[in-house]
């Protein structure tokens, strides 16, 4: 699926903000809004029901894209999907920070998204050159055999893992991390059910911004201590606060996160493989 590049300039340094973005919650599935360095896209498996943002967080998205364009490292480019249904919860955007190249090339493999943490992590245990057994994986992470053993068919029919030898197992190339992943949350009010939000994020995204309107000094206060705790970002009435820092998380993770992206992207979920 090839997805537009977006057009040059910065809107977040104080240019006017295109046209339309403020009703990104309107428009068909998958379509495809392009911003400064930015390809904004609609889950092709959104909530169940008609997409709704309430009044008050729909005003906010030019805020949630303004800091999405402030990301560490969006200059080497970034795709930004709204609503996408992640390992845990679903943030109003999630932006991917990378070149576009990982993510094409992931698109254009035809593995079915990995979204079983199970199996994304067993993927994750083995190597792009070197050989791995199903002994030597169950020993790296530490579970049963039998666990791995009846796994790993379905992945290799499924093109994630490739078979060179009996029993040693390669990961496919293009199925790796894809570059950073953020999860953005957008809140009218209601500090603490923004900090579990984004904490929730926090346990699969590599970092979290979240945006809020006009708060008072005593919401602001915990706003403050939540986010300097969890590392996260905060925009408060349209100006950044706090900037996200990077969440340092293991490969499976990072894997599992991608492949929820990709699942957004192409629409369509791995079958689940008994455990």
């Not at 679903?90 to 920070?97: G, K």
């Not at 083995?126 to 039998?146: N, V």
């Not at 796994?151 to 499924?158: G, Q, T």
């Not at 969440?247 to 499976?252: A, G, Y």
Request: aromatic share 2%; glycine share 10%; hydrophobic share 40%.
């Amino acid at each position: 699926m090839a997805l537009p590049n977006g057009p040059a300039g910065d809107t977040a340094s104080g240019g006017a903000m295109p046209a339309g973005l403020g009703d990104l919650d309107q428009g068909p599935p998958c379509e495809t809004r392009p911003v400064t360095l930015t390809a904004v896209q609609t889950t092709s498996t959104p909530r169940a029901g008609r997409r709704f943002l309430p009044v008050g967080e729909s005003e906010l998205i030019p805020d949630a894209l303004a800091a999405c364009e402030r990301l560490p490292g969006s200059e080497r480019g970034m795709v930004v999907v709204r609503e996408m249904t992640g390992p845990i919860g679903i943030p109003d955007l999630t932006a991917l920070v990378g070149p576009r190249r990982a993510l094409d090339a992931r698109l254009a493999h035809p593995a079915p998204p990995i979204l079983n943490r199970i199996d994304a992590s067993i993927v994750a245990s083995t190597h792009l050159r070197a050989p791995r057994s199903s002994a030597a994986i169950s020993r790296a992470l530490g579970w049963p055999l039998d666990l791995i053993e009846r796994r790993l068919p379905e992945l290799v029919l499924n093109g994630a893992l490739l078979e060179p030898r009996p029993r040693r197992y390669l990961r496919a190339d293009p199925i790796r991390p894809l570059g950073r992943i953020f999860a953005v949350e957008a809140k009218v009010k209601d500090a603490s059910a923004a900090i579990t939000q984004i904490r929730a994020y926090g346990s699969w995204a590599d970092g979290c911004v979240l945006v809020m309107g006009r708060v008072g000094e005593n919401s602001l206060g915990r706003l403050l201590a939540a986010v300097d705790e969890d590392h996260s970002g905060l925009v408060v009435a349209g100006k950044p606060v706090r900037r996200p820092q990077i969440i340092q998380h293991d490969l499976p993770r990072r894997l599992w996160a991608a492949e929820h992206f990709v699942a957004a992207l192409r629409g369509r979920h791995q079958p689940s493989v008994a455990p």
